[in-house]
């Protein structure tokens, strides 16, 4: 089946600016989570979203926002960046990570967002 | 905020010896996940633990759920190289809207 698609793979954009990334899970998959991974902070989870809903959230702030569609792909949109905000964005998509599910999650390849 | 400790932060090992490492915290978590990370990949999900006490395997990975619910554990037997990589604990906070708290990772080294 096919993978965790993202897009785009690799971003520029400068602070103050907005990004918008694009997550579509596995085929039959109804959870996508979102995660940034920096070398200094290493990986921070940002959301979780299940059937459309925000299930589970971590400590970002307000400028981190997340949607999911009905067919299941996310989108995770950065208002106002900033330099820090410069990170790997991956996501992964699963059943719900506390359904007791034995099918595993898998991650896409992740979008580089570089910010100038 | 919570936090997870992970140790140990390295390992240099040799091949065919068994590897422990492990996760704990001040806060209680109401699921345990270990992923492994390799050099320019996404983790891969390793194990997932959603009880105390509980203990699962995976090939030669094991991971148990500590019955106080602050910590767990991820042994590897008769290591190979392939198992090379930076190993990550998350813990998952209950309530409405948990949180996922990362670990800062195991990096493993195996010397054939």
């Known amino acids: 089946k096919a993978g965790v698609t993202q897009t785009p793979r690799y971003l520029i954009k400068t602070r103050g600016q907005q990004v918008t990334l694009s997550c579509s899970p596995i085929?039959?998959?109804?959870?996508v989570s979102w995660y940034q991974q920096t070398p200094g902070q290493g990986l921070q989870f940002l959301f979780e979203?299940?059937?459309?809903?925000?299930?589970n959230k971590g400590n970002f702030p307000g400028r981190f926002s997340g949607r999911q569609f009905s067919n299941s792909r996310s989108e995770m949109n950065v208002s106002t960046l900033e330099l820090g905000d410069s990170a790997l964005y991956l996501c992964?998509?699963?059943?719900?990570?506390?359904?007791?599910?034995?099918?595993?999650?898998?991650f896409g390849p992740g979008t580089r967002l570089t910010v100038l | 905020g919570q936090q997870l400790n992970q140790s140990p932060q390295s390992m240099f090992i040799q091949e065919g010896e068994d590897v422990s490492m492990n996760c704990t915290s001040s806060?209680?978590?109401?699921?345990w996940l270990w992923y492994k990370q390799e050099p320019g990949e996404g983790p891969v999900l390793l194990i997932a633990?959603?009880?105390?006490?509980e203990l699962t395997s995976n090939g030669r990975l094991t991971a148990q759920f500590g019955i106080t619910r602050k910590d767990s554990f991820l042994n590897i037997s008769a290591s190979i190289p392939s198992d090379v990589g930076i190993y990550f604990c998350?813990?998952?906070?209950?309530?409405?809207?948990?949180?996922?708290?990362f670990g800062k990772g195991t990096k493993l080294s195996v010397k054939p």
């Open positions: 992964a998509s699963s059943w719900p990570i506390t359904s007791g599910s034995t099918d595993t999650q898998y």
């Open positions: 085929s039959g998959h109804r959870s």
């Open positions: 979203y299940f059937s459309e809903t925000q299930r």
């Open positions: 806060s209680i978590f109401n699921t």
């Open positions: 633990l959603y009880k105390a006490g």
């Open positions: 998350a813990g998952l906070s209950g309530g409405s809207q948990g949180n996922l708290i």
